[in-house]
C-alpha cells in the first residue's frame, strides 16, 4: 500500500462536560479492539497515555500542543492533522474530543481534510444531568444543538441512572434529534466501526463476534453481531439506493470499499454511523477486495442482515 | 598592576523642543521641551533652562510637531504585520506598514488585475498566490468564484481569503492539485450547477481544503519579518507599545526567543505577549501558569510576559456571540461558547492565584455575565487587591455589568471602531438601532469608573489610536448615523484611554501611558494637535511617527501604488 493511499478516519466524541467524553476515550484506548487509535484532546493531563496512544512498538506516544478545536480559534487544527498525517502508517483511525462547549458536527468537518475521512459523529449524554442542562439559560442551546446534529447518542452512567431516568433521557432525545440512541456499555467496534482497511478483510472472517469491552462500571452488554461480504466486483448504483433505504432495524455501523460500475476506477464508500448514511469517493480503486462490513445490535437476525447486504449488487 | 580608572561617561542628554506637548499626567505642568536621557523623560521645561540643569543637546528636529505620550494599543494580534506579505484586495483603501497606499479593489475586475499584478511579480511558478480582504458583500447578487481568479492564472494556486478570514476563495488550478472537485462532500463547500464547487471554502475545516496553501496563509505569523512589520505598522501610527492578545504560542520557546531577539533597542515598539491558553494549555491550566510564571522573568524592557489571554464567546457580525435575551434581531440562534459558563472560574483561577494578568474576550452581553461570575468566585476565593484582569471588546456591556466589573476591580477594553466598521450593520441587521446605539459604551465605563481603554484589535480593524478615539468621541456610522450620542466621550477622554488607561490594564503604567520623568521616553509624534483640531477630523490628523526610548522614529514615507 503507498503511503497516504488509505484515509484515516477521524471520529468526532461530544457532549457537555462530564458527559463522559474523556472516559470514554480512555476505555477505546484500554480496548482498541485490533485498531491503533490516536486520540487528540486539548488537555492530555486526563489522558492515560502508556504508551496505547499509537502502536507501541513504535515506542512513543503522539503529543499535540494546539490541539484545540472549538470552531473559530482552529486554523491551527489544520497543523495538527497534518502532524497526525505523518504517522499515518502506524495508526488505523483517530478520535477527537470536542471541548464540552464545542459543537462536534462542526469538528467532524476537519475529517474531510487531505488524509482523513470522516467517520461518525458520537455524542454522549449524561442521564443524570441532561434534562437540567437543557434548559439551562447559558448553555441549553449548546447541549441540545450538540445532540441534535449527532449519528449516535450514546448515554452514559447507565450504571447510576434509574430505570426512570434512562427512559425519561430517550424520550427527551427522541425529541430533539432524529440519531440513532444507544445506551453505553458498547463495544469499540460500534462507536468506532468496524476495523476495517481494504487490505485486511482477511483478518476480520464473516460473522465473527466482535470483541467486548466494556465501559467502566457498567453491566456487561449482550454480543454485537457483526456480519461481513465480500462483492464479486463493481457494483450498481442504484442498488446502493435500494441498499441504503432499507436498512433493517438494529444497524448501527456499516462500512464499505465498492467499485459502482458507473465509476469502476474509483473507490467508493459506503458508512453508516448511526442515523447517518454516506455515499463518498474517497481516491482511485486501489486493487483491494469489494467488501461490505456491518454491525447489529444484539439480538439482531443474521438472516435479515445476510439478506441485507445481499442487496449491494 | 592596577587598571587605570574607567573614565565615567555620563549618557547624554538630548533636549527636544516641540509645538505643544500633552503629558496626560496632571501632575507633570505642561512644558515646551522634553530632556530625555538613557531612554528615560529625565524632565519637561523650556528649551534653555533645560539645558542649563541638565547639559546636553539640542535636537529642533520635533520644534514643530506636537508630543503626546506614545499610543498604547492594548488589544491587537502579530497578523497586523504579516498580512501585508500578502497582497490586498480588499473594498476600502488601506495603507501597508511600509507605507504603501493599496487601493480599494471596489469592482471583480480591480481585483483580477490587482492580483494579476501580484501573479507577474512570482518568479516560481509552483509559489502560491496569496491575498486577502476580499468582501463580496459589497457586490450583493454578483458571484464572485474560482471563474474570475481562473482568469489570473490557470497554472499558479491562489487563494484568497475574505476579509472575515473565515472565508476563502480559491482557483480551478488550486483545486485541481488539492483533489476539490464534484467528490467533495465536506460542509461549507458549496458547488455550481454543473455540480462542480464553485472555489469558494468557507469556515476553517473547508479553507484547510487548500492544504499546504492554507497552512501558508495561517501560518504567517511566524516569520521574523512578520514581527518587523508589526513594529513598521505600530511606528507609523504612533503606538509605541501593543498588546499581543494571544496570538503567539509563549510555551514555544522559538516563539518567546523570537521577541526577545527582534525587540531590540532599535526596534520601535513595546509589546505585552499574552499567551493564548484557551487554545494552549497542553498540560491543563496549572502547568501553564507555572510556565508563564517562570517566562514572566525573563520580560525585557522591550517584551514583558506574564499575561494570558482567554476568550469566551464569538463575534458579533459573526452572529457567534453569547447573547442575552432577546438574541440577534436576525433571529438566529444565539452564539457559542468557547470556555463553558461552569468551568471560567476554573480555568481563570491558576492564572489569578500565580498573580498573571487575565484578559478575557467576551463580545455579547451572556458572555460578560458568565464571565462576571467567574471573577466573583475567583475574586471570592482569592481576593487581589490589584488584578487589572481585564474584559476584552465588552460590546454589549450593560451599565449593571459595568456597576459588577467596577465592584470586582475589573477594566474594560471597548471596541469602539466598530461603530465605524460594522455600526451600521449592526443597526440593520445583528442587534437593531437601539442596542446598537449602547454598543461600546464607553462614557458609561467611565461615568461609572471602570478603568477604561478602547483598541482595534488589528488586523481585524487597521491599528491607529486616533481613528479608535475619533470613533468613541464620534460614533458615527459610515452612513451618517450616529449610533449612540449619549456614549460619547471626551478627546481628553479618549486620548487618556489610548495611552494611560491601556498602560493601566497592561500593568505597565509605571513606565508607559504618560510624559512623566523616569517613565520610557516613548512619544507619538503628532503633525497637529488633537486638542485643537476640530474632533470630527481627528482621525485625519497626520502621524509623523514615535520616539521609542528617546529613539526617533519617523513613519514609513507614503507611497501611492
Ligand atoms: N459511574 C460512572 N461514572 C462515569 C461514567 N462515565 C464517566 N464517569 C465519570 O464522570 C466524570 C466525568 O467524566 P469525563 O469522562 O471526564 O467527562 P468529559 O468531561 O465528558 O470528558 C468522571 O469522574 C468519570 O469517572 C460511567 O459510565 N459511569
Ligand atoms: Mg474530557
Ligand atoms: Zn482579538
New interface residues.
Given amino acids: 500500500m503507498t503511503p497516504g493511499s488509505v484515509r484515516l478516519p477521524l471520529t468526532v466524541i461530544g457532549g457537555?462536560?462530564g458527559a463522559g467524553k474523556t472516559t470514554l476515550l480512555n476505555h477505546l484506548l484500554a480496548n482498541p479492539d485490533g485498531q491503533r487509535i490516536a486520540v487528540l484532546v486539548?488537555?492530555?493531563?486526563e489522558i492515560d497515555i502508556d504508551g496505547r496512544l499509537l502502536d507501541s512498538a513504535t515506542d512513543h506516544v503522539l503529543?499535540?500542543?494546539?490541539?484545540?478545536i472549538?470552531?473559530?480559534?482552529?486554523?491551527?487544527?489544520?497543523?495538527t492533522?497534518?502532524t497526525v498525517r505523518g504517522f499515518a502508517e502506524c495508526i488505523d483511525r483517530v478520535v477527537v474530543e470536542v471541548?464540552?462547549?464545542g459543537?462536534p458536527h462542526?469538528?467532524s468537518?476537519?475529517g474531510?481534510?487531505?488524509g482523513f475521512s470522516p467517520d461518525g459523529v458520537v455524542v454522549l449524554v449524561d442521564p443524570l444531568s441532561i434534562l437540567n442542562r437543557a434548559v439551562d439559560p447559558?448553555?441549553g442551546?449548546?447541549v441540545v444543538?450538540q445532540v441534535a446534529q449527532a449519528d449516535l447518542v450514546v448515554i452514559s452512567r447507565t450504571d447510576l441512572a434509574s430505570v426512570d431516568e434512562l427512559e425519561a433521557t430517550e424520550a427527551w432525545l427522541d425529541g430533539v434529534t432524529g440519531a440513532t440512541v444507544l445506551r453505553a456499555p458498547l463495544p469499540t467496534a460500534v462507536l468506532l466501526g468496524p476495523a476495517f482497511r481494504p487490505l485486511d478483510l482477511d483478518h476480520f472472517p464473516p460473522a465473527r463476534k466482535v470483541n467486548h469491552g466494556s465501559v467502566a462500571g457498567g453491566p456487561q452488554h449482550a454480543d454485537h453481531v457483526t456480519i461481513s461480504r465480500r462483492l464479486d466486483g463493481p457494483i450498481s448504483r442504484p442498488s446502493i439506493e435500494t441498499w441504503a433505504q432499507s436498512r433493517p432495524g438494529g444497524v448501527v455501523r456499516a462500512k464499505g470499499l465498492v467499485r459502482v460500475n458507473d465509476r469502476p476506477n474509483?473507490r467508493t464508500v459506503l458508512q453508516i454511523c448511526g442515523s447517518s448514511t454516506?455515499v463518498?469517493?474517497?481516491g482511485p480503486w486501489d486493487d483491494g477486495e469489494d467488501a461490505v462490513v456491518a454491525i447489529a445490535l444484539p439480538g439482531t437476525p443474521r438472516a435479515a442482515l445476510v439478506k441485507w447486504l445481499n442487496l449491494l449488487r | 598592576m592596577s587598571h587605570p580608572p574607567v573614565e565615567d561617561q555620563p549618557p547624554p542628554t538630548t533636549v527636544f523642543p516641540a509645538r505643544a506637548i500633552h503629558t496626560l499626567d496632571l501632575t507633570v505642568p505642561s512644558g515646551s521641551a522634553i530632556a530625555v536621557k538613557d531612554g528615560r523623560f529625565l524632565a519637561l521645561g523650556k528649551t534653555d533652562e533645560l539645558v542649563d540643569v541638565y547639559g546636553g543637546t539640542v535636537d529642533h528636529s520635533l520644534a514643530d510637531k506636537v508630543l503626546l505620550p506614545g499610543f498604547v494599543e492594548a488589544h491587537s494580534h502579530k497578523d497586523t504585520g504579516g498580512i501585508w506579505q500578502f497582497t490586498y484586495v480588499g473594498f476600502e483603501a488601506r495603507r501597508g506598514p511600509n507605507g504603501r497606499l493599496w487601493r480599494g479593489c471596489t469592482t471583480f475586475d480591480a481585483v483580477v488585475d490587482r492580483l494579476r499584478e501580484a501573479d507577474r511579480l512570482l518568479d516560481d511558478p509552483g509559489e502560491p498566490l496569496l491575498a486577502w480582504g476580499l468582501d463580496p458583500i459589497f457586490w450583493p447578487g454578483e458571484r464572485f468564484d474560482r471563474r474570475q481568479l481562473d482568469a489570473v492564472s490557470t497554472t499558479r494556486r491562489i487563494f484568497v481569503a475574505h476579509s472575515n478570514m473565515h472565508l476563502a476563495t480559491v482557483n480551478s488550478a488550486l483545486m485541481e492539485q488539492?483533489?476539490i472537485d464534484p467528490?467533495?462532500?465536506?460542509?461549507?463547500v458549496p458547488k455550481d450547477d454543473s455540480g462542480w464547487p464553485t472555489g469558494e471554502l468557507q469556515?476553517?475545516?473547508?479553507m484547510?481544503?487548500a492544504?499546504q496553501t492554507?497552512?501558508s496563509f495561517?501560518?504567517r505569523t511566524q516569520s521574523d519579518e512578520s514581527v518587523l512589520m508589526f513594529g513598521q505598522a505600530a511606528r507609523n501610527v504612533g503606538v509605541t507599545t501593543v498588546a499581543d492578545l494571544g496570538t503567539s504560542?509563549l510555551?514555544?520557546e522559538a516563539v518567546v526567543q523570537q521577541w526577545i531577539d527582534i525587540a531590540d533597542e532599535t526596534f520601535p515598539m513595546r509589546a505585552a505577549m499574552f499567551h493564548?491558553a484557551?487554545?494552549?494549555?497542553?498540560?491543563?491550566d496549572e502547568a501553564c501558569a507555572a510556565a508563564m510564571v517562570d517566562l514572566k522573568r525573563r520580560s525585557t524592557d522591550r517584551v514583558r510576559f506574564g499575561n494570558v489571554k482567554l476568550?469566551m464567546d464569538?463575534?458579533i457580525q459573526?452572529g457567534?456571540a453569547?447573547l442575552r435575551w432577546p438574541g440577534y434581531l436576525h433571529g438566529g440562534?444565539?452564539g457559542?461558547?468557547?470556555?463553558?459558563?461552569?468551568?471560567a472560574a476554573e480555568r481563570i483561577g491558576p492564572y489569578h492565584r500565580a498573580g498573571l494578568l487575565v484578559h478575557t474576550h467576551a463580545n455579547g452581553d451572556?458572555a460578560v455575565d458568565?464571565l462576571l461570575d467567574a471573577f466573583d468566585q475567583v475574586q471570592t476565593a482569592n481576593p487581589l487587591p490589584d488584578h487589572r484582569h481585564t474584559i476584552q471588546h465588552c460590546q454589549m456591556t450593560t451599565p449593571g455589568q459595568y456597576r459588577r466589573m467596577k465592584a470586582l476591580g475589573m477594566c474594560a477594553n471597548v471596541f469602539s471602531n466598530h461603530t465605524w466598521f460594522w455600526g451600521d450593520q449592526h443597526r440593520a441587521i445583528t442587534v437593531g438601532p437601539d442596542r446598537a446605539a449602547r454598543m461600546n459604551a464607553a462614557r458609561t465605563a467611565l461615568d461609572i469608573g471602570v478603568p477604561l481603554s478602547m483598541h482595534s484589535d488589528s488586523p481585524v480593524t487597521p491599528l491607529g489610536p486616533l481613528h479608535v478615539a475619533w470613533a468613541a468621541i464620534n460614533r458615527q456610522t459610515p452612513k451618517g448615523e450616529i449610533m449612540g450620542e449619549h456614549e460619547r466621550v471626551t478627546v481628553a477622554e479618549a486620548m487618556h484611554a489610548v495611552t494611560m488607561g491601556a498602560a493601566w490594564q497592561l500593568r505597565m503604567d509605571d513606565v508607559i501611558g504618560s510624559i512623566t520623568p523616569q517613565k520610557f521616553a516613548d512619544c507619538a509624534v503628532l503633525e497637529a494637535d488633537p486638542f485643537e483640531v476640530d474632533p470630527a477630523e481627528l482621525r485625519d490628523i497626520p502621524v509623523w511617527g514615535t520616539m521609542s526610548g528617546g529613539v526617533l522614529h519617523q513613519g514609513s514615507p507614503q507611497t501611492d501604488a
Fill in positions: 457537555y462536560l486539548n488537555d492530555f493531563g503529543r499535540l500542543a494546539n490541539g484545540c472549538c470552531c473559530s480559534v482552529a486554523d491551527n487544527f489544520a497543523e492533522l497534518e471541548s464540552g462547549v459543537q462542526k469538528v468537518q476537519w474531510h481534510s487531505p447559558y448553555v442551546d449548546t444543538a474509483d454516506m463518498s469517493v474517497d | 488539492e483533489g467528490d467533495t462532500v465536506a460542509e461549507g469556515e476553517f475545516p473547508a484547510a481544503l492544504g492554507f497552512r495561517f501560518g504560542n510555551l514555544d493564548g484557551l487554545m494552549s494549555a497542553p498540560d491543563g476568550l464569538g463575534s459573526g457567534t453569547r440562534p444565539n457559542i461558547w468557547l470556555i463553558a459558563p461552569e468551568q451572556q458568565a
